[in-house]
């Protein structure tokens, strides 16, 4: 009797094969491009008390409301969380290990984070973010330094066609001051609010700006606007994001309705969109949060950070093509069995030893149906070692997608086991060459 298959839990998604050159490129540009910016590894659990998020992120937010992967540990009855984000947990680790006492951090992280939202094209309930945080940074000019990464990342990883939109959501009692005019103005316009904005009407109506009611907008559209209550300090700190980006020759719109959707962001706040991705189009978003370090339990510790929504990005790069997906390896190693199958084993060792990627061919087949999986797995080379070559002490090699006629093992030929290494690894060369010569 077999057994009822299993499916992954909805909204989680497998990585297979075939996607995953996609995910193997962007991670080593990402690595790259973080280092050229000073920026540490930082890697936290993935499991933290809900408490972090909860104070962290905010009682009144979709999140922490309803999004949350929590359980009670079965042991000991602590509330634990599946991360929904990595800002939370970043600052919980700088606090506990006295990281930003001992002067600004530049760190950041990837993996997964979890929020059970309703699936579909680009959200998902298991995601994958890059995230990254500048700790114990006062001034824009660090606003400025994560905008142009972005920028640059997108160029690297050419993207084009994202806009950045930035706004300014101002300090602590300059949010108190537009808040209380926001309830008031949302009041008086209760009767045509649906039940998403009344519920947060006297919790969190900046989040009301946000909606993606359609019916809402001409409310939206008159309700008081943050930039008009911003102070001074506000407004210097805002004009000096931008006179930094314009400088460096960013484009930007400032979207005043922008807010995001976590409660500890103050000051300058942006959101990098995309048109090419349907409903959820926004790649990454970040600001400033100055006040979290002190709501974790750490001293006041002026901060900012943004984080890319992978997927998205990946389902922007798969769109480009920029990335080959065919599988690749240099050398499939084929054998006959019995003392063919030990020679060749210790073959496959001696070229991976000159630095060679090998696949051994596993199990019993005929040559030709080893061959056609040598084809098949995107090999430069198959090295047969077969009764007759064993006989003569060498493998017979075989380029089999090198289109330059020339090239070395065009034509099938023996090598000697102890040439072997040194002979692939020129040809490798050589046929890399030749690629290049045909690509100028
Ligand atoms: P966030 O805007 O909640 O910010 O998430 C950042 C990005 O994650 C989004 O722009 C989006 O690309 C992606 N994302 C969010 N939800 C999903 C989902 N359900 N499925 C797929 N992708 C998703 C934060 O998480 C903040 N911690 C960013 C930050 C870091 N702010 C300061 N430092």
Redesign the pocket.
Known sequence: MTSKKLAAVRGMNDLLPAEAPVWEWFEARVADWVRSYGYQLLRTPIVEHTELFVRGIGEVTDIVEKEMYSFEDRLNGENLTLRP???AGTVRAAVEHNLVYEGPRRVWSAGPVF?H?RPQR????Q?H?V?V?ALGFAGPDIDAEHILMLARLWKILGIGRVRLEINCLGAADERARHRADLIAYFEQHAEKLDADARRRLHTNPLRILDTKNPELAGIVAGAPQITAYLGEGSRAHFEGLQRLLEAADVDYTVNARLV???DYYNLTVF?WITDALGA?G??????R?DPLVERIGGKPTPS??????T??VIELLKDAKRVDVAPFTDVYVLHQGGPTAIRALLLAERLRDAGLDVILHAGEASLKSQMKKADASGAEYAVIVGENELASDGAAVKALRSADPGAAFAQQRIVPFDELPDALVEALMQAEQAQERTET
């Open positions: 984000e990595f800002t929020r939202e680009g959200r998902y309930r995601f973010q995230n945080e995001r959707g976590l959101e959820q926004t790649i990454c978003g970040g600001g949060y900012c950070g943004f984080a890319i929504g997927e998205r």
